[in-house]
């Protein structure tokens, strides 16, 4: 799926269909055509509330002009269209206040709107939209340049480009991607992108002193892999970012089984890897002026004889030692060991890591919200704010200095479960934060709520979403590009 800007008024482009929305539900304005007839259908223009007019070759769609529900609205008109024959629709544009934010997310909208998953299945949806041409007329005659509104659709275009490439590598199956598999994909992404890539076999995680997350792959007879990506601007550098994301190809929940119900859809536990891959890849299409480095850490946590057990006491790269609780907390043994290596080889100015760490961030904040922690309350905000501008929904959970002590253990540094089962998502996220050194550039994502779904929801479909990489993608924007540019509010 394509969006173009054409240099033509509405009435002048020649498409198969035109997508119209219905701002704020006025339905007098001259791109809508049809007004009598949608009142007899009753068709009220409601948010995301879609009509498709066969006869006149409209589709309708309520929204307002902010830009989160522009978003989910095209993502709902391109998909009322989805297995017909139309392969050409065309708009018109609608701004808010800022010229470009609107663009941008149309063509997000659509490109993400119009994903799905079909790999597996030997009959495939036929027909879809190929090519979508907005017009240089504006709904309130508001003005645009034709250049920024091709630049935003480029980024905009990149950005959903890759996130649905995300979203194909976590709704691939486990059977298919494992460790080495996921490596060797990264390997080719690397090469495409010409990223610098360093892959870590399990006997160099043995050289690097990584027993927590050796131990986590051990029982699984797909050996465990640490992938480490390059991004270097050709200019100034203006920030060393290391991204570290949770790859865990399949989590059975080790020893600690987990029961049926909670096992399926557990290939959705390499988000965070996924996710991460996709950041250093946006940083190189969108020529950020910042170093990014993309550490996953991967491995499938299975049940076998040489299981690492409850009981077991482990070493950190740090030197630190864990006490293992239960197998099923493994994705923080993971981490932590990828934490410490992202710090001594990286160096970073900045620490992210993204994880669908725990269950319990989607009971304290639902399935669509990720979690943001860490201990700078700046850099917190920072993330909410690209949240927001990006349309990832965010919140922070906090730390208060009562929690540190449900993680502490008996008999060795750190436990890998806390002592209460409230507060869980924050106490995953302490126990993160004993292997960060430099705690006020370290931010801690969980996504374990929005990086999958089973459900259709706003612009997502069935599965895999690609959480994490346009909230990431617009704090190094804001923070990095925006500002220099004199941007006001940098969307
Ligand atoms: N991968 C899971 C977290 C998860 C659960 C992600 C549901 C997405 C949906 C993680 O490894 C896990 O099992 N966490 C446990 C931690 C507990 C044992 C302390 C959890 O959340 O129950
Ligand atoms: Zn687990
Ligand atoms: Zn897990």
């Not at 131990?215 to 991004?231: D, E, K, Q």
């Not at 049926?260 to 536990?269: A, F, Q, R, Y």
């Not at 690492?308 to 006490?323: H, V």
């Not at 919200?369 to 919140?395: H, P, R």
């Amino acid at each position: 799926m394509r969006v173009e800007i054409a240099d033509k008024r509405l009435e002048e482009i020649s498409a198969d269909i035109e997508i119209v929305f219905i701002i704020d539900k006025n339905f007098d304005h001259p791109w809508v055509k049809d007004k009598e007839e949608l009142e007899l259908l009753g068709f009220k223009g409601e948010q995301d509330e879609v009509l498709f007019l066969p006869s006149s070759r409209r589709v309708y769609v309520g929204t307002s002009l902010d830009s989160q529900d522009i978003r989910i609205a095209t993502a709902k008109a391109i998909r009322a269209l989805r297995g017909k024959k139309f392969k050409t629709a065309k708009a018109g544009v609608y701004i808010q206040n800022c010229p470009i934010t609107n663009i941008k997310a149309f063509a997000e909208g659509a490109i993400l709107g119009s994903y799905s998953f079909e790999r597996y299945k030997s009959k495939k949806t036929e027909g879809g939209l190929e090519t979508i041409y907005l017009a240089n007329e504006e709904y309130s005659n508001k003005s645009f340049t034709l250049e920024n509104a091709q630049k935003s659709i480029k980024e905009a275009t990149i950005l959903a480009e890759i996130t649905n490439s995300v979203r194909d590598i976590v709704n691939t199956p486990p059977n298919e991607i494992y460790p080495e598999t996921f490596a060797q994909m990264a390997k080719e992404v690397a090469l495409e992108e010409n990223l610098e890539i360093k892959i870590l076999d399990e006997n160099d995680l043995k050289q690097e002193g990584m027993e927590a997350f050796l131990a986590v792959g051990r029982a699984s007879s797909n050996p465990p892999r640490l992938v480490h990506l390059t991004y270097k601007p050709k200019g100034e550098v203006k920030a060393k970012i290391a991204i570290v994301g949770k790859g865990l190809t399949y989590d059975s929940g080790g020893l600690n089984l987990k029961p049926s119900e909670h096992m399926v859809t557990m290939k959705l536990d390499k988000s965070g890897a996924s996710s991460a891959l996709g950041i250093v890849r946006a940083a190189k299409k969108l020529e950020l002026p910042v170093e990014v480095h993309a550490i996953l850490g991967l491995a499938e946590n299975m049940v076998g004889g040489n299981a690492y057990k409850p009981d077991d006491i482990l070493r950190a790269k740090n030197g630190k030692t864990i006490e293992v609780r239960n197998t099923d907390a493994e994705g923080r043994l993971v981490l932590a060991d990828c934490l410490c290596y992202a710090q001594e080889k990286v160096n970073p100015d900045y620490l992210i890591d993204i994880a669908t760490l725990t269950g319990a961030s989607m009971i304290a904040l639902g399935r669509y919200t990720m979690g943001v922690m860490g201990f700078n309350d700046e850099l917190k905000e920072k993330f909410l704010k690209a949240g927001e501008a990006s349309g990832e929904l965010a919140a922070t959970l906090p730390f208060n200095r009562f929690l540190p002590k449900l993680i502490e253990s008996k008999v060795a540094d750190v436990s890998n479960l806390a002592s209460s089962r409230y507060g869980g998502a924050i106490t995953a996220a302490l126990f993160l934060g004993e292997f960060v050194e430099n705690r006020d550039r370290w931010i801690h994502l969980d996504i374990a709520g929005p990086a999958y779904s089973e459900e259709e929801w706003g612009y997502n479909p069935v599965g895999a979403t690609g959480a994490g990489v346009r909230i990431v993608v617009k704090w190094i924007q804001k923070e990095f590009v925006f500002k220099h540019h004199g941007e006001k509010n940098g969307s």
